[in-house]
């Protein structure tokens, strides 16, 4: 099979396709034949410098897709040759064939595709924990949130929107504010303006949640942002990590929570990955989510697929097809 391998951290090209074994699948594993991968941010991080703690190149990449199981491990029972699954969180995704540990694996509806199934998994199942697990938001709160066109944000936005959360989206360009006002966003605004829109849409109180995953370059006027006692939840890092914060600014901006949550953490059971699936997928079918795929690329041109989601220029998924022909 071909699969994608890191040989160093740094640019794309540090990225190759290679031929390797298609793994016979372990107990409590499935063979999966990818029908379509995902690319996150995260996966650009990981290529660049990696995280704390994780294995050093060279290494498979990516974490999420969706295709149909061809084979099943010695004792599995909750899957069957035949099934479609997507993931989220397995290694090495970005290949023709991925073993997927069988708890991990998310049975697809029949009604909706390889391509979205693969496009929604890790970011729509991150966008339902930040609005639904964190706390509990009603009709008329308020929420800030950060490049509310990528693709967590757009989730999210349409998730809080849904849910009648008045919600502020901060993107980088008009085509971005757009596609925010679209997702339910009741005002978007570039992010120079943040501070102002805040605090003429609340009376200059503060929202009552601000939804981070830029990092570094908006920590402080995120902090800014929230209201006395108000949630500052701090997702990702595609501007950069957060430098460690004086536990006293967190006083002095009116005894504000801070939280910085981790996926796994939120489908920590099989429980609760498949209610969390299941309530994404209803949202899709009842339309108050949509998936919105902004490139295909061939597994081949990986490099290029890094490159197009590292540019911001992309709004919705950038996809990869292990098999380009069957398209
Ligand atoms: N904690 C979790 O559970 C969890 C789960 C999923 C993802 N994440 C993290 O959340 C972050 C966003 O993930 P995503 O999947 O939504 O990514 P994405 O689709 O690539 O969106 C990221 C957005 O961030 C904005 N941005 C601002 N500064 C940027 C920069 N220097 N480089 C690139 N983008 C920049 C861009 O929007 P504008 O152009 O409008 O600024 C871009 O669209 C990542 O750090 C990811 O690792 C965390």
């Known amino acids: 099979m071909r699969a994608a391998v890191l040989k160093a951290h740094g640019g794309p090209e540090r990225l190759a396709v290679e031929s390797k074994e298609v793994p016979a699948p372990r107990a409590g594993h499935l063979l999966v034949r990818v029908a379509a991968a995902g690319l996150n941010f995260h996966d650009v991080i990981e290529r660049r410098s990696g995280y704390p703690g994780r294995p ?16 099943v491990g ?45 496009a929604v998994a890790a970011q729509g199942l991150t966008a339902h924990y930040l609005a639904f697990s964190l706390r509990s938001f009603a009709a008329g709160d308020t929420a800030l949130v950060w490049a509310a066109a ?17 919600v502020i989206a901060a993107t980088s360009s008009e085509v971005k504010a757009a596609v925010a006002r679209e997702a339910g966003a009741e005002r978007s605004v570039r992010y120079e303006d943040v501070p102002d829109a805040v605090r003429e849409s609340t ?29 500052l939840v701090v997702y990702g890092r595609a501007g950069g990590q957060v430098p460690p914060v004086d536990l006293f600014r967190l006083s002095g901006a009116g005894s504000v929570q801070l939280v910085r949550p981790r996926f796994i ?3 920590a059971t099989r429980e609760e990955l498949l209610f969390r699936s299941d309530e994404l997928f209803a949202a899709i079918r009842s339309k108050d989510v949509t998936v919105r795929v902004e490139a295909v690329f ?3 041109d990986i490099a290029d697929a890094h490159r197009l989601l590292e540019s911001r220029a992309a709004i919705g998924k950038v996809v990869i097809l292990p098999w380009p022909d069957e398209e």
């Open 203 to 231: 009376g200059g109180a503060g929202v009552d949640v601000v939804f981070d995953g830029i990092g570094a370059p908006t920590f402080d006027v995120s902090l800014g942002s929230v209201r006395r006692r108000g949630l």
């Open 150 to 166: 990528g693709g967590v944000g757009r989730l999210l936005t349409q998730f809080l929107a849904a849910r009648g959360v008045r």
């Open 298 to 300: 061939s597994l081949e």
């Open 74 to 118: 010695p004792g599995v029972t909750e899957a069957k040759v035949g099934d479609q699954v997507a993931w989220a969180a397995v290694e090495s995704s970005h290949a023709q064939y991925v073993e997927v540990p069988v708890a991990d694996a998310i049975p697809v509806p029949g009604w909706l595709g390889a391509v979205d199934a693969a």
């Open 56 to 71: 050093a190149p060279p290494t498979g990449t990516g974490l999420e897709g969706a295709g149909e199981v061809i084979a």
């Open 265 to 267: 953490d939120f489908v």
